[in-house]
């Protein structure tokens, strides 16, 4: 564990993903106050795996013709706290409350399609459990899911 700075981290993330998703006519935001504090104590390499798993599952999902990702943080006065957004297909409601858990998935014959083992998500709450925070989603079907998860900022 070190002392990540979060805007920084993201804002690094953010160009690189910009540079993929561009590509394919696609658009990645960072959304935060930079006056604010972001530095957060956190495994920055699990840290990574659990951003990329959130990021891979959304574009996987997004069905617009342009694809949005949008990454908002806020500080807190102890914690941080990181939605990750995208304008994909959405989940129903009564699927959210099993989405971090291993091998769910939300449609089965879609995920077919698409591959992976289900095991991303429940990977990605480990991480961020792990690091003393929380995760959660929310998602509106039709208009995309964002995936919220906090951090505790360093005092």
């Known amino acids: 564990m070190e002392k990540v700075d979060l805007y920084s981290y993201f804002a690094d993330f953010i160009d690189e993903l910009s540079f993929q998703i561009e590509k394919e006519n696609g658009s990645a935001a960072l959304i935060a106050n930079p006056d604010d504090s972001y530095i957060v104590h956190a495994d920055r390499e699990k840290l990574k795996r659990a951003v990329m798993n959130i990021i891979q599952n959304s574009l996987k999902y997004i069905d617009k013709e342009k ?28 699927d959210l409350p099993y989405l971090f858990d291993s091998f769910y998935r939300t449609d089965a014959s879609r995920n077919s ?15 961020i459990e792990g690091h003393g925070g929380t995760i959660w989603a929310e998602s509106k079907p039709g208009k995309g899911t964002s995936i919220f998860f906090t951090l505790k900022k360093v005092m």
């Open 67 to 94: 694809k949005e990702i949008n990454v908002y943080l806020t500080a807190e006065e102890n914690r941080v706290t990181v939605e990750i957004k995208d304008n994909g297909i959405g989940i129903d409601n009564e």
């Open 113 to 127: 399609s698409t591959g992976g083992s289900g095991l991303g998500l429940s990977i990605v709450k480990k991480i």
